[in-house]
């Protein structure tokens, strides 16, 4: 897959004139030649419904007059780079407004598009990312449709480079008369929510494989990707896998106002673990997608592609084309800084493997993974990805709080049918696999209700302690005992420093009774709630002066479970004494990490790759600290790092150590515990390759 991508989009209103006038050739080539760019994706259809070449299936755009997308892939290939086609799928304002009846519709019959205001006036203004929204569930009409036109665009290109069709995340049930009758054929209870969210997931999933189907017959080799799928935060489409449709998968984000920096890692482990192609997708803008105008300073591009790269990725930046069809040369000037670092080091990124020896499974709640994840960012703790067929590869395995123990209790209460992830405690085939894991060697970390049963009634595992239910407060604080062999009460001053006094937890533990286990934390409970009639000074009623019964984190042999959510408090507080108490227990159990690194302050991240075809592996090391402006995530301040080491303890011996993109040879001690590298003082962006 190229590696410096740049998605086009090109949305255009029809009561905008001289549509592509002042495209040329030229200046298109240079632009792209400026942002060393190897691969574009350009527009056949937009979301205003309008095609930008003659079409006799669609319709072309009123204010065009010739063919905009047989021109720009002319002029692409005329210099080497690839030009898949942009087709929208779920937003069509020109479809939707000729046929209504392909609407997804809401339970009460009325079209799904939140925030649209059916009293506004025409001249009122329209909210940003406002559009009605279509069912492209095959026997719909408009699944019809998108066959006819991508068909027609296979025979008019017979060089054509893909497709990249969009916009699948914008509903996760229909209740449209199309979808009614399906569901009737189906049996599915029109009152159950999950059900009419997963008869619409696989009637989508459908639909891409028929369209996979399709371009392939004409096209065998061309890419096909389906956009949103990738995304963990779209729970009824990734439950059901509906990713593997595509090709490749395109991580598409916006860090600076969407999932943040700390996004792409998990998003990339997970999908590099598939064995498909990646491409991390940033913007050129600084707050919107699409936005016109909008400029990220080229550092925060340089490194937001050094990051892709890092994590295995493919780079892939979005811009807007001006309804004109001239190029922005600023926009391809400030990708073309990033793009000339990328490709110092694209070798040693994309096509490399993630390794580690710590596994997370997934639960597809936001908060408890992104938790998970973001301690194990900031502690430069590397991980994977853990499904309940592939936990021998670790040594120790976390388990995330996952869904809460409402829901636990609804329908919804159980994993997909393959058991890759988490949704409402641990499924019988889940924890018999982590028992037979644990029976074997390996160790378990897990958070609150992520160590039930799917009913919360039990545990799932054993930790050495008997389920009684949740808390009875709000609120309540941990105590740590210090026991030998356990958790040592080191100074705040220190590398995961604690504080022996009790400390707040933002929600109340579940309780528990100790059966065989060891507490290594105690449950200090508040004297009572706080309330309108019973309530003490600003916030939290203080603590009593004694433990409760209860343990905040027990330990039966390599099992280790905390009492709290500690990965969904983590991720919204930030409590630096939550994630310090949970390293030290990886550090308790995880004696065979692959990687260590010292001295990378808490922004740093690393990433550790293996590149068998080439006999070596990659350690890439990354800083560049997020700074809040406003609602954005800015990258700005580039200093530099020095004072890191890195201790490797790889299957291989290693033979020669070199540094990227210098290319400078390093000195290392190799021990009965691997290799130790001092690294050089770096600035973004370093990379340590170890050949074998």
Same mark, same amino acid.
């Given at each position: 897959?190229?590696?410096?991508?740049?998605?086009?989009?090109?949305?255009?209103?029809?009561?905008?004139?001289?549509?592509?006038?002042?495209?040329?050739?030229?200046?298109?080539?240079?632009?792209?030649?400026?942002?060393?760019?190897?691969?574009?994706?350009?527009?056949?259809?937009?979301?205003?419904?309008?095609?930008?070449?003659?079409?006799?299936?669609?319709?072309?755009?009123?204010?065009?007059?010739?063919?905009?997308?047989?021109?720009?892939?002319?002029?692409?290939?005329?210099?080497?780079?690839?030009?898949?086609?942009?087709?929208?799928?779920?937003?069509?304002?020109?479809?939707?407004?000729?046929?209504?009846?392909?609407?997804?519709?809401?339970?009460?019959?009325?079209?799904?598009?939140?925030?649209?205001?059916?009293?506004?006036?025409?001249?009122?203004?329209?909210?940003?990312?406002?559009?009605?929204?279509?069912?492209?569930?095959?026997?719909?009409?408009?699944?019809?449709?998108?066959?006819?036109?991508?068909?027609?665009?296979?025979?008019?290109?017979?060089?054509?480079?893909?497709?990249?069709?969009?916009?699948?995340?914008?509903?996760?049930?229909?209740?449209?008369?199309?979808?009614?009758?399906?569901?009737?054929?189906?049996?599915?209870?029109?009152?159950?929510?999950?059900?009419?969210?997963?008869?619409?997931?696989?009637?989508?999933?459908?639909?891409?494989?028929?369209?996979?189907?399709?371009?392939?017959?004409?096209?065998?080799?061309?890419?096909?990707?389906?956009?949103?799928?990738?995304?963990?935060?779209?729970?009824?489409?990734?439950?059901?896998?509906?990713?593997?449709?595509?090709?490749?998968?395109?991580?598409?984000?916006?860090?600076?106002?969407?999932?943040?920096?700390?996004?792409?890692?998990?998003? &990339?482990?997970?999908?590099? /673990?598939?064995?498909?192609?990646? *491409? #991390?997708? +940033?913007? @050129?803008?600084?707050? $919107?997608?699409?936005?016109?105008?909008?400029?990220?300073?080229?550092?925060?591009?340089?490194?937001?592609?050094?990051?892709?790269?890092?994590?295995?990725?493919?780079?892939?930046?979005?811009?807007?084309?001006?309804?004109?069809?001239?190029?922005?040369?600023?926009?391809?000037?400030?990708?073309?800084?990033?793009?000339?670092?990328?490709?110092?080091?694209?070798?040693?990124?994309?096509?490399?493997?993630?390794?580690?020896?710590?596994?997370?499974?997934?639960?597809?709640?936001?908060?408890?993974?992104?938790?998970?994840?973001?301690?194990?960012?900031?502690?430069?703790?590397?991980?994977?990805?853990?499904?309940?067929?592939?936990?021998?590869?670790?040594?120790?395995?976390?388990?995330?709080?996952?869904?809460?123990?409402?829901?636990?209790?609804?329908?919804? &209460?159980?994993?997909?049918? /393959?058991?890759?992830?988490?949704? *409402? #405690?641990? +499924?019988? @085939?889940?924890?018999? $696999?982590?028992?037979?894991?644990?029976?074997?060697?390996?160790?378990?970390?897990?958070?609150?209700?992520?160590?039930?049963?799917?009913?919360?009634?039990?545990?799932?595992?054993?930790?050495?302690?008997?389920?009684?239910?949740?808390?009875?407060?709000?609120?309540?604080?941990?105590?740590?005992?210090?026991?030998?062999?356990?958790?040592?009460?080191?100074?705040?001053?220190?590398?995961?420093?604690?504080?022996?006094?009790?400390?707040?937890?933002?929600?109340?533990?579940?309780?528990?009774?100790?059966?065989?286990?060891?507490?290594?934390?105690?449950?200090?409970?508040?004297?009572?709630?706080?309330?309108?009639?019973?309530?003490?000074?600003?916030?939290?009623?203080?603590?009593?002066?004694?433990?409760?019964?209860?343990?905040?984190?027990?330990?039966?042999?390599?099992?280790?479970?905390?009492?709290?959510?500690?990965?969904?408090?983590?991720?919204?507080?930030?409590?630096?004494?939550?994630?310090?108490?949970?390293?030290?227990?990886?550090?308790?159990?995880?004696?065979?990490?692959?990687?260590?690194?010292?001295?990378?302050?808490?922004?740093?991240?690393?990433?550790?790759?293996?590149?068998?075809?080439?006999?070596?592996?990659?350690?890439?090391?990354?800083?560049?600290?997020?700074?809040?402006?406003?609602?954005?995530?800015?990258?700005?301040?580039?200093?530099?790092?020095?004072?890191?080491?890195?201790?490797?303890?790889?299957?291989?011996?290693?033979?020669?150590?070199?540094?990227?993109?210098?290319?400078?040879?390093?000195?290392?001690?190799?021990?009965?515990?691997?290799?130790?590298?001092?690294?050089?003082?770096?600035?973004?962006?370093?990379?340590?390759?170890?050949?074998?």
């Amino acid at each position: 897959m190229p590696a410096r991508q740049v998605h086009l989009d090109f949305h255009t209103s029809e009561a905008i004139p001289d549509i592509g006038k002042r495209f040329d050739k030229q200046q298109w080539q240079e632009a792209l030649t400026l942002g060393n760019v190897n691969h574009i994706n350009i527009f056949a259809k937009g979301h205003h419904g309008w095609a930008y070449y003659p079409t006799e299936v669609g319709e072309i755009h009123p204010n065009l007059n010739f063919d905009l997308l047989g021109a720009q892939l002319a002029a692409c290939h005329e210099i080497g780079i690839t030009a898949p086609f942009y087709f929208t799928v779920g937003w069509s304002e020109r479809d939707i407004r000729d046929h209504p009846e392909w609407a997804i519709r809401d339970a009460d019959g009325s079209i799904n598009a939140p925030g649209y205001d059916r009293a506004a006036g025409p001249e009122a203004e329209r909210p940003a990312y406002l559009w009605e929204r279509l069912d492209p569930s095959p026997g719909g009409g408009y699944h019809e449709s998108i066959m006819a036109q991508v068909e027609e665009l296979c025979v008019r290109y017979p060089d054509l480079d893909g497709f990249w069709f969009d916009i699948y995340h914008v509903a996760r049930a229909n209740y449209n008369d199309h979808a009614r009758s399906r569901m009737k054929r189906e049996g599915v209870d029109i009152n159950d929510v999950a059900a009419v969210e997963r008869s619409h997931s696989l009637a989508v999933q459908e639909h891409m494989r028929q369209l996979r189907q399709l371009v392939a017959s004409y096209h065998p080799k061309a890419t096909v990707y389906f956009n949103a799928t990738t995304r963990l935060e779209d729970v009824s489409l990734f439950k059901e896998r509906v990713f593997e449709m595509g090709t490749h998968q395109d991580l598409e984000d916006l860090p600076t106002t969407w999932g943040g920096y700390n996004k792409l890692p998990l998003d &990339a482990k997970f999908h590099l /673990q598939q064995s498909v192609p990646v *491409a #991390g997708m +940033s913007g @050129k803008f600084h707050k $919107a997608w699409g936005e016109f105008g909008g400029f990220k300073h080229p550092d925060a591009i340089t490194y937001e592609a050094a990051a892709m790269i890092s994590f295995g990725a493919s780079c892939n930046f979005g811009d807007q084309l001006h309804p004109s069809g001239e190029m922005d040369f600023e926009t391809y000037r400030n990708i073309g800084h990033a793009y000339d670092y990328v490709e110092q080091i694209e070798a040693y990124g994309p096509g490399g493997v993630p390794v580690a020896k710590l596994g997370m499974m997934l639960t597809l709640n936001d908060a408890a993974d992104h938790g998970v994840a973001n301690m194990l960012l900031e502690t430069q703790t590397d991980f994977l990805v853990a499904t309940p067929d592939n936990l021998e590869q670790f040594e120790v395995v976390i388990v995330p709080s996952g869904a809460s123990l409402s829901s636990a209790r609804e329908s919804e &209460a159980a994993d997909d049918s /393959q058991g890759h992830f988490v949704r *409402a #405690g641990l +499924s019988p @085939k889940q924890a018999a $696999a982590l028992q037979r894991y644990i029976a074997n060697g390996g160790k378990v970390i897990a958070f609150g209700a992520g160590a039930l049963n799917t009913t919360a009634t039990a545990f799932a595992i054993d930790v050495g302690a008997e389920y009684i239910g949740p808390s009875q407060y709000q609120f309540d604080y941990t105590v740590v005992k210090p026991t030998e062999g356990g958790l040592a009460v080191r100074s705040p001053t220190q590398r995961n420093g604690l504080v022996s006094s009790p400390f707040v937890n933002y929600d109340g533990g579940l309780r528990a009774s100790i059966t065989d286990g060891e507490p290594l934390a105690m449950i200090r409970e508040p004297y009572f709630d706080r309330s309108y009639t019973r309530f003490n000074g600003h916030r939290e009623t203080p603590y009593r002066l004694e433990d409760s019964a209860y343990p905040a984190v027990i330990r039966k042999g390599d099992v280790v479970w905390f009492a709290h959510d500690l990965d969904k408090l983590y991720f919204e507080h930030g409590v630096r004494l939550h994630r310090d108490l949970v390293s030290l227990v990886i550090e308790l159990l995880h004696k065979a990490p692959l990687v260590e690194v010292e001295g990378l302050p808490s922004a740093g991240r690393i990433s550790l790759l293996h590149q068998p075809q080439h006999s070596r592996y990659v350690l890439h090391l990354l800083y560049a600290p997020p700074l809040r402006r406003g609602g954005v995530e800015v990258i700005e301040d580039l200093p530099q790092i020095g004072g890191v080491s890195a201790k490797l303890k790889l299957p291989e011996q290693v033979i020669g150590i070199r540094f990227i993109p210098s290319n400078r040879t390093a000195d290392f001690e190799r021990n009965e515990d691997g290799v130790v590298v001092e690294v050089p003082s770096f600035s973004m962006h370093t990379g340590i390759v170890l050949d074998y």
